[in-house]
């Protein structure tokens, strides 16, 4: 919404400051989103007269004019045909910046002579796109006036924001009411007139209710259209309107002023007479923008003989127009459903000032004095005769009581304020009050849709004496429990254990292509957007892998060569909340580091990201068991599923070559996906650690190598040589492994036997050794390799 | 010159000339060794009188002492010095790079949720959470949205196929689904935050599809505006570390509150810049879970996290939070922080 502050102040008394007035539009939730002076890049430039036009001694087309600037006489080169003696014009003098070409004035010498400023054209100023010679300024005007001021151009133009409850302040009277309730001024009345009509309506009406509850119009006769006088011009130009002629700016003004949208029918291009109603579907509307509209059922139309004329409350249509060769109209002001003309109108997608304004709500009680007025100004301005008014239907308008206790004020506001302050405010505001003695009871005003209970009354009464006057009082009881349940805040530490592996966290889109989301299962059709914002993300991920693999690309394709990304997100199986699963999935692909003068590099492979996800279950305190292979979209070979009993809560392994090829990723790419909520929460209650015995005894550290046949797994000869002795304590690791030929591999293992209560003997050593080679030979056929 | 002066006058010339611990212990042997010149003058003195085996003994044990001490000495400096020269050839050049450790980062958007749980976590709120598919009854409906609400409408919300129970899905367009969730299955009091994704079809430079929001509620007995007043600064002050922000409560409209506010922050002495909407929770909205609204009341508050997040790091381009360049999450993105 835009106004000029002379527009408000025609209806508001106020004193205030244009500062203190934005303060106020603000606080009220009428906020401020610019203001703007038009005149101030003109302010330096004022009026002069030119005392004296001599021609140049050097140049034929130039003058030397001597100026009077009101306070002394300066003499100026001009080039422009029309100075002349006696003229008056607009200065610029040194130092101020033209507005035109933004550069700062100086003295200069024009051939010789010198010249100690400038006289104006419109066009230098921005006045006029285009201008012959330097202005000629008004006799009237005071030398060493402000131009800008002679103009009347220091009128600032204020731009606020409103909300969608309230359409009442569409208009300049609305938001004056506003700031009047603040106590910064007072609000005038509206205009009202009482026009005389001097014959009947010639239209009859047939009105449709449900399209329409109210809807009053009449004829205007014998007028003349043609430019509107100057002052309504200029008022709308400030607001950045095009003037188009006196009978539609008339409209436009009081749609701006008071809120009121109105229409105006070439009465004489109407086709027999006027129906209000509801559209058929495939009906043709050619609109005042020009366009043609086919109708779906359902939108309220005025219509004609000939067919639908009018969009109600949105657009008129082109076959009755005016235009300066109208001599009737029909003047139409109505009250149009919000709900009705907020679907028709996204239907259509017409953006209007009067659809903007019944949509929010159009004052039903100023249906007819808005007629009235508006019929009045179009015969002061065009001429003719009124008809009598034509009127169908009833404002829709009760008057509700609303109980309201002013304590409440204190109770969910925050801030006390006496009763009497609080029924001045609501009176300002238009409620009407009945007081008994348990309280109040509110009527709120016709042009209040928003207001039905009692927190609406406190936010009145708050918003108009400023939430900053609220008090705020320290908020936060000290927390009894910790903010994250350990199911939630397991997420978050996962999250950190994976960045301290070394990978980085990224944040991808929920949604992906179906297309692409074939090779992971694809996405069930429950799961794909009705309304896509593009087909690339037209549905919900099954996985998030997809994500994860564009954004290597991407990353490749900017050099990266070490990639370790990780997303802790939602995956989705079907629409219900149980199909949603929290996922921990990461990937790597390249280098897992640089060449550097210390180190080789050399490529990830599926081993570091095994050590990741086994970082992450070390965190989260479990141990899940792996079986060979995952799903479709990894290598079948070389892949691995975690489970707990029968509950899959993982894959790792290498992507499928097919994937990668999809995805354009190069190089082996390995990848983890962990079901996070499935991994089951730790039932310890305490988070002490169990008892550690330090042992005194020497460890004893032992190499052994075993020829064991290709399949058999490191954890299965792992498991046989921890169960050759299981009083004692052994840590393994595995140092070397190697293919022998013949189906063979070597496997070998440092072992560290930890003594528990006397150090061990030669031969005790010999016995545990022997018994180690013993349990491997029985349980996985291997062979202590000479 | 006797020729005990003579002897100790070679030695100690031969330490001062001597230069390596080799050397040292030549010149010990020849004259402190079994065969050396002194050693061989003690043995000598059995074959002398009493009365000058004693004179002659003392003076040869006090010339050994003189020798044993200077030679100790030249064998410090000696070590000394070959420890030096040593230390000298192990130089290393130690302004090289060292062995890089991989280092990953955590996502700016996920530092900003864990500062504002852990600040709201302060002030006695738990986490909530509810689905990123929501039904329109959670998304819109409860929330006293108006049948026809633009943000209803198809340019902003992102539906999808209904449910098997005839209900229109959507992806939730905001996480005040999760107020609802909350207050249909939990008693009040209640005071919860609820971080998550949120949806809506929009893509340019200061909109995303998918964004994140994090919802307050509070519902109890007393909780009035003035603690919705003082929650907010608290958790702008703490958030944005900055003990004296000057924060703008000023009237807006949502249709889940009332009365509603949005709130802007006084930012770098410049200007007002809003970051967040709040205001008492709507009777209506409270009705619709079947709590009574002459006997609760409270406030809710939801605010943008990456909105948040660009102004307290000074990230521009909203797109690039959802553009996983390595590149950028380096040089945006935190060390993971240790937690309890």
Redesign the interface.
């Known amino acids: 919404m835009r106004f000029t502050l002379s527009w408000l102040k025609e209806h508001l008394d106020t004193k205030a400051s244009l500062e203190e007035i934005s303060e106020k539009l603000t606080s009220l939730g009428l906020v401020v989103d610019k203001i703007k002076n038009p005149g101030e890049a003109l302010a330096p430039f004022t009026v002069c007269e030119i005392i004296e036009a001599e021609k140049h001694p050097n140049a034929d087309r130039l003058q030397v004019c001597k100026v009077q600037t009101g306070n002394e006489i300066i003499q100026v080169v001009c080039g422009a045909k029309n100075a002349r003696k006696g003229l008056k014009a607009v200065l610029a003098r040194p130092g101020h910046i033209i507005p035109s070409t933004q550069q700062v004035l100086k003295v200069g010498k024009v051939r010789d002579v010198e010249s100690f400023g400038m006289l104006c054209s419109n066009e230098e100023l921005l006045l006029e796109e285009t201008s012959e010679g330097i202005i000629e300024v008004d006799p009237k005007a005071p030398i060493g006036k402000s131009y800008a001021e002679w103009l009347e151009l220091n009128d600032p133009l204020i731009e606020i924001e409103v909300t969608p409850n309230r359409g009442d302040c569409l208009s300049v009277h609305g938001v004056a009411r506003d700031l009047a309730a603040t106590g910064i001024g007072t609000l005038k009345p509206l205009k009202t007139a009482k026009v005389s009509s001097t014959f009947p309506c010639p239209l009859s009406l047939k009105i449709d209710l449900e399209a329409c509850p109210y809807f009053t119009g009449r004829v205007i006769r014998g007028l003349k259209n043609g430019p509107s006088p100057e002052w309504l011009q200029k008022k709308l130009r400030s607001i950045g309107l095009r003037p188009i002629s006196a009978l539609v700016d008339i409209t436009n003004f009081f749609t701006y002023d008071g809120g009121r949208p109105l229409h105006v029918f070439d009465a004489d291009k109407i086709k027999g007479n006027l129906s209000v109603r509801l559209s058929k579907t495939g009906e043709i509307f050619k609109a005042l923008d020009e366009k043609t509209y086919t109708l779906s059922d359902e939108m309220t139309v005025i219509a004609d003989d000939s067919g639908v004329i009018s969009l109600a409350g949105i657009m008129g249509g082109e076959s009755t127009g005016c235009d300066e060769t109208t001599q009737t109209v029909f003047l139409e002001s109505a009250f149009f459903d919000p709900i009705h003309t907020s679907i028709t109108g996204r239907a259509v997608n017409i953006i209007s000032d009067s659809r903007h304004r019944f949509e929010r709500g159009v004052d039903p009680l100023s249906t007819l004095p808005g007629l009235e007025a508006a019929t009045q100004m179009i015969l002061d301005i065009c001429g003719g005769e009124a008809s009598q008014i034509l009127a169908e239907g009833q404002p829709p308008y009760e008057e509700v009581e609303i109980p309201f206790f002013t304590i409440r004020l204190e109770t969910l506001g925050g801030l006390a304020v006496d009763p009497m302050e609080a029924e001045k405010i609501l009176n300002s505001l238009g409620f009407k009050l009945i007081e008994d003695e348990n309280g109040y009871s509110i009527i709120p005003p016709s042009w209040r849709f928003d207001i039905t209970q009692e927190a609406d009354l406190v936010e009145e009464i708050l918003r108009v004496k400023g939430y900053d006057k609220i008090p705020s009082v320290p908020y936060g009881e000290r927390p009894e429990q910790k903010p994250l349940a350990p199911a939630q805040e397991r997420r978050f530490a996962i999250r950190d254990r994976l960045a301290s592996q070394g990978m980085t966290e990224v944040i991808t889109w929920s949604f992906m292509s179906k297309e692409e989301a074939k090779l992971f299962g694809g996405i069930d059709k429950h799961l794909v957007l009705i309304n896509p914002l593009s087909q690339d993300l037209n549905g919900m991920r099954p996985s998030l892998l997809p994500n994860l693999l564009k954004a290597t690309l991407q990353n490749q394709n900017r050099a990266a060569e070490t990639i370790a990304l990780f997303e802790v997100g939602p995956q989705y199986a079907n629409p219900t909340p149980e199909g949603q699963s929290l996922m921990a999935t990461g990937l790597r692909c390249g280098l897992f580091n640089q060449n550097t003068w210390c180190e080789k590099k050399r490529p990830v492979d599926i081993y570091d990201v095994k050590a990741d996800v086994l970082a992450l279950f070390e965190l989260v305190g479990l141990s899940p068991q792996i079986e060979a292979n995952g799903p479709s979209w990894y290598h079948p070979g070389r892949s691995g599923t975690f489970k707990f009993g029968p509950q899959i809560v993982g894959y790792f392994g290498e992507l499928h070559p097919r994937v990668l090829k999809a995805f354009d990723v190069k190089g082996p790419t390995l990848a983890f996906e962990i079901f996070i909520d499935r991994l089951p929460l730790s039932k310890k209650k305490t988070t002490a650690k169990p008892k550690l015995e330090l042992s005194p005894y020497q460890v004893v550290d032992r190499d052994f190598a075993f020829v064991v046949n290709q399949n058999v797994s490191a954890d299965t000869l792992i498991k046989a040589v921890v169960k050759a002795e299981p009083s004692l304590k052994m840590s393994l690791s595995i140092f070397d492994v190697f293919a022998m030929g013949d189906g063979k591999k070597s496997i070998a293992l440092r072992i560290r036997i930890h003594p528990k209560d006397h150090t061990l003997t030669e031969d005790e050593i010999q016995m545990i050794s022997q018994k180690i080679i013993s349990s491997v030979e029985k349980n996985v056929g291997g062979v202590l390799r000479q | 010159m006797n020729q005990m002066e003579q002897l100790k006058r070679t030695f100690l010339k031969g330490l001062e000339e001597v230069s390596t611990l080799q050397g040292l212990e030549d010149l010990r042997v020849r004259a402190l060794g079994k065969k050396g010149d002194l050693t061989l003058l003690m043995k000598d003195l059995g074959q002398k009188t009493p009365e000058e085996r004693r004179t002659l003994g003392a003076e040869l044990n006090a010339l050994k002492d003189v020798l044993t001490i200077a030679l100790e000495e030249r064998k410090e400096i000696l070590e000394e010095d070959g420890l030096k020269e040593r230390l000298v050839s192990e130089t290393l050049d130690v302004t090289?790079?060292p062995?890089?450790?991989?280092?990953?980062?955590?996502?700016p958007?996920?530092h900003v949720m864990?500062q504002a749980?852990?600040i709201?976590?302060?002030?006695?709120?738990?986490?909530a959470?509810?689905?990123?598919?929501e039904e329109d009854f959670y998304n819109f409906t409860a929330l006293n949205f108006p049948?026809?609400h633009?943000a209803r409408?198809?340019q902003d919300t992102?539906?999808?196929?209904s449910?098997s129970t005839g209900q229109p899905?959507v992806?939730r367009t905001h996480t005040s689904p999760v107020q609802i969730r909350t207050m249909l299955k939990t008693q009040p009091p209640i005071r919860i935050?609820a971080p998550g994704?949120t949806?809506r079809?929009d893509?340019d430079a200061t909109h995303t599809?998918?964004f994140h929001q994090i919802e307050g509620l509070v519902i109890d007995k007393?909780t009035?505006?003035?603690?919705?007043?003082?929650?907010l600064?608290?958790f702008c002050r703490l958030f944005f570390e900055d003990p004296s922000l000057k924060l703008?409560?000023?009237?807006?409209?949502f249709p889940f509150t009332?009365?509603?506010?949005?709130v802007d922050i006084w930012w770098k002495g410049s200007s007002w810049l809003e970051i967040l909407g709040c205001g008492?929770v709507?009777?209506n909205v409270l009705r619709n879970c079947d709590i009574d609204p002459t006997e609760y009341?409270g406030f809710a508050f939801g605010m943008g996290l990456e909105r948040i997040a660009m102004l307290k790091y000074g990230i521009e381009d909203l797109r690039l939070?959802?553009?996983?360049?390595?590149?950028w999450?380096?040089h945006y993105?935190f060390?993971?922080?240790a937690?309890e």
């Open positions: 090289l790079p062995r890089p450790r991989a280092t990953g980062n955590i996502h958007l996920s864990d749980i852990h709201f976590g302060q002030m006695g709120f738990v986490v959470e509810g689905p990123d598919i049948p026809d633009p409408q198809e992102f539906y999808l196929p449910s899905l992806l935050i994704r949806y079809s893509y599809p998918m007393h009035h505006m003035g603690h919705l007043k003082g929650c600064e608290e703008r409560f000023r009237p807006g409209y009332e009365p509603s506010a949005e008492m709507h009777p009341q939070f959802f553009e996983s360049d390595l590149r999450l380096n993105g060390a993971p922080e937690r």
